[in-house]
């Protein structure tokens, strides 16, 4: 089935910049949710950023204006370019696919039929 491969984690100075990326692989459908999310050490985990097929957008509030999602049909790879982080922007970030629009995860609670493993983000003061 779906298969996500998530990378570009790393650790930077506050006020630096990373871009994670999410390889999908066996996701063919033309209606799909795909998303970011995140979770740190004694943290619940939570929904970061999501964008639909038609390329409708959502964000955390803390993150508006500074994280960016956006994808690449061609290479079937999901983005997150992160400017302007803060320490406690610190977690391990996961991507998820869904055959559902995001409105619809949304009313669900974001509960993603697939995910990818982990990739650690560190930002130091």
């Known amino acids: 089935q779906v298969q996500l491969v998530g990378s570009g984690g790393g650790s930077v100075q506050a006020g630096g910049s990373l871009t994670l990326s999410c390889a999908a692989f066996?996701?063919?459908?033309?209606?799909?949710?795909m998303g970011w999310f995140r979770q740190g050490p004694e943290k619940e985990r939570e929904g970061v950023a999501a964008?639909?097929?038609?390329?409708?957008?959502y964000y955390l509030d803390s993150v508006k204006g500074r994280f960016t999602i956006s994808q690449d049909n061609a290479k079937n790879t999901l983005y997150l370019r992160m400017n302007s982080l803060k320490p406690e922007d610190s977690a391990e970030y996961y991507c998820?696919?869904?055959?559902?629009?995001?409105?619809?995860?949304?009313?669900?609670?974001?509960?993603?039929?697939?995910w990818g493993q982990g990739t650690q983000v560190t930002v130091s003061s």
């Open positions: 998820a696919a869904d055959e559902r629009y995001c409105s619809g995860l949304a009313q669900e609670g974001w509960d993603f039929n697939h």
């Open positions: 066996g996701h063919t459908n033309t209606d799909y949710c």
């Open positions: 964008i639909d097929s038609d390329g409708s957008t």
